[in-house]
């Protein structure tokens, strides 16, 4: 990808939510709502802190993060869609459960 996020940005992908329901129906795309989980593609350097000391950020590509409904600003990149936004904007690191760390 050509591009790099600066300060304490980060580039995120959407990750598709399932096409059907619980139970088994169908849902149309006009009636989906946008997927408010992704991964992380890209992180700027980091914020600068009062005295000007860089801060790095808590997250990393390849993480599976949950953000805002509204968060971040869409942008097409290479024909991909992505999602810039703030690293406060992000709620918090999808972690990998004990069970599916065991079956890798």
């Known amino acids: 990808m ?8 980060v580039v995120v992908k959407r ?10 129906i169908i849902i149309p795309d006009t009636a989906k709502e946008k997927p408010q989980q ?11 802190n009062e005295k000007g000391e860089l801060v790095a950020l808590d997250v990393k590509p390849g993480d599976r993060v949950l953000f805002g409904k509204w968060s971040g600003t869409e942008v097409k990149i290479d024909g991909q ?17 004990a069970n599916a760390q ?3």
């Open 2 to 9: 050509g591009f790099r996020p600066l300060h304490d940005r």
């Open 15 to 24: 990750i598709e939510a399932e096409q059907k329901s619980a139970g088994g």
């Open 38 to 48: 992704g991964e992380v593609v890209a992180v700027g350097p980091g914020a600068r």
């Open 81 to 97: 869609d992505l999602l810039i936004m703030k690293e406060s904007d992000i709620l918090g690191v999808l972690e990998a459960s």
């Open 102 to 104: 065991k079956a890798a």
